[in-house]
């Protein structure tokens, strides 16, 4: 990394219809976090280690749909990304199985910005 310029990235997309307390969307968002570091971690160890040295970049956008995630996780199927989408268990907000993230990456920001570059900011 040179000076503080980012060379990987995790991106994690919501949704926004789901209006999710505060609390809710962090866990969220954590569970995509750590559901996407540890298959990093399994399937390219050099990407994985390289983004956890960098300082683990984490970005979080958002969509308007399940929809839009699925589209998602076929965009970064396609270019070979790792990913995860994130259904919850139902136990407090929302009912069971209801997909509310996915993660994208770690990934170098060339490799992942197709996919999620032109996504508003959370």
């Known amino acids: ?31 995509a976090a750590v559901s996407c570091s ?6 390219d160890r050099k990407i994985f280690d390289a983004w956890f040295e960098e300082g683990q970049k984490k970005v979080v956008v958002k969509v308007k749909s399940v929809d839009d995630l699925y589209f998602l996780r076929d965009a970064a199927r396609t270019r070979g990304l ?3 989408l994130i259904a919850d268990a139902g ?12 993660g994208i990456g770690p990934a170098r920001e060339a490799d ?3 996919v999620t570059g032109e996504l508003a900011l959370m």
Request: glycine share 6%; with cysteine; charged share 20%.
């Open 1 to 31: 990394m040179k000076g503080n310029r980012f060379a990987y990235k995790l991106v994690i997309a919501v949704r926004s219809d789901l209006k999710l307390s505060v609390g809710k969307l962090s866990v969220q968002v954590a569970h």
């Open 91 to 102: 136990l407090t907000e929302i009912p069971p199985g209801t997909v509310t993230c996915i």
């Open 38 to 43: 540890l298959l990093s971690k399994e399937k």
């Open 82 to 84: 790792t990913s995860s």
């Open 112 to 114: 992942i910005d197709p």
